[in-house]
């Protein structure tokens, strides 16, 4: 689960880790509220989405003062803002965060994700603060400095000094930087997070350290212990078809191709998938039913399948384990039955039951195409989609 910014400072604000003045507006006269109730400007207006490169389109802009900052406030909210990791279809911005403009002397990236293949946290820190951190990784790897922290044991302080010298941090800065580090760690761990970041994060000149942005997404295997953590949900930063399938506890990824692909498991759906590219279609989503999914489940997937308009045909790969045939089988043909469905539907079918679930496929009335195996499904479906 994704956050916005302004949601992120404020769990780092309550780790003690420092953020910039500010507040959140959802109109331009709440903006001018915001920057009326600080000190002085100038202030930094900016556009709340979950997505990254806001500046890039425009989404963050500088005011000198109160009611500068309702003018910019009004350029940015309810715009369409477009960056590169919204895709073109952009984002619409409902609310900015006002905060109050810093003097920089330095920017740093800090940031802390889970290594699977090292079963740990991996605390990430560079010099070259303010990029993409991918960028750093493929331009100049040498400048991101790394520590593994052991769960079992925690962040140890040599390992937030090896950091802070490794991004050669002046030494008056050590003390609070490890105590930022620490604290961020300390976050990291108790809130259950997939990823942290802070980019940049800054030294002002006035010898500083403040985080600047905050990015923050959480474990959702987790939430049942952050109730709080999840009603900070913004569901309207979600896909409304994602959305929907959360709703009946289906795993579903919007893409951008037009095959509908339903499958039992991660790993074949994967393999689906490639084998829709490989047959020179695109896929038009990710839809893990489960291996325990009701016909009803089976149901909504394939009506969630079917409300995206780019969708021109349906490849349903299933191999009964758990998921008996006949019972995905069931769903499928009450789904068909309960929506208009104008596209052609492509099935294989392997696993337990697989001749029941076959027979009701042939017994329903319904159009199906069956297929041979994987290939030849992927095949048939990139043949009519095209």
Request: contains cysteine.
């Amino acid at each position: 689960m994704k956050i916005h910014e302004y949601q992120g400072k404020e769990l780092l604000a309550k780790f003690h880790v420092p953020v910039p003045a500010g507040g959140v507006a959802e109109s331009p006269t709440e903006a001018r509220m915001v920057a009326e109730s600080m000190e002085s400007g100038p202030f930094v207006v900016k556009a709340q989405i979950h997505a990254g490169g806001r500046g890039k389109g425009g989404g963050i802009k500088t005011a000198s003062t109160p009611e500068e900052v309702e003018q910019v406030a009004s350029e940015i909210i309810e715009m369409t803002l477009v960056t590169p990791q919204t895709g073109p279809e952009g984002r619409f911005v409902k609310m900015v965060l006002v905060e109050q403009a810093q003097d920089i002397a330095q920017e740093l990236y800090l940031g802390i994700v889970v290594d699977r293949s090292l079963a740990a946290p991996v605390i990430m820190m560079s010099a070259a603060g303010g990029m993409e951190i991918e960028e750093v990784a493929a331009r100049t790897p040498e400048l991101i400095i790394k520590e593994t922290v052991d769960p079992a044991v925690g962040l140890m302080p040599y390992q937030a000094r090896n950091l802070i010298f490794g991004v050669g941090l002046a030494p008056d800065l050590v003390r609070p930087a490890t105590a930022l580090i620490t604290n961020f760690y300390r976050m990291f761990m108790a809130l259950d997070c997939s990823l942290a970041e802070i980019n940049p994060l800054v030294v002002t000149k006035g010898g500083e350290l403040l985080a600047l942005d905050a990015k923050i997404n959480f474990d959702d295997n987790a939430l049942f212990r952050h109730h709080d953590l999840a009603a900070l949900d913004d569901v309207d930063e979600m896909d409304p078809l994602e959305h929907e399938a959360k709703k009946h506890h289906l795993n579903y990824i919007r893409l951008s191709g037009n095959v509908g692909a339903m499958v039992n498991g991660a790993g074949l759906a994967m393999a689906t998938m490639d084998l829709i590219k490989a047959a020179g279609a695109e896929p038009a989503n990710f839809l893990d039913v489960g291996g325990g999914a009701s016909a009803e489940m089976v149901a909504n997937g394939f009506r969630i399948i079917l409300s995206d308009p780019r969708v021109k045909g349906v490849l349903i790969n299933i191999f009964g384990g758990i998921l008996r045939c006949d019972r995905l089988a069931e769903g499928v043909i009450q789904a068909v039955k309960e929506v208009d469905v104008k596209v052609p539907i492509i099935i294989r079918l392997e696993g337990t039951n697989v001749e029941e679930g076959r027979r009701l496929l042939n017994d329903s009335g319904l159009t199906f195409t069956v297929a041979a195996d994987m290939q030849d499904a992927a095949r048939k479906v990139a043949a009519l989609v095209q």
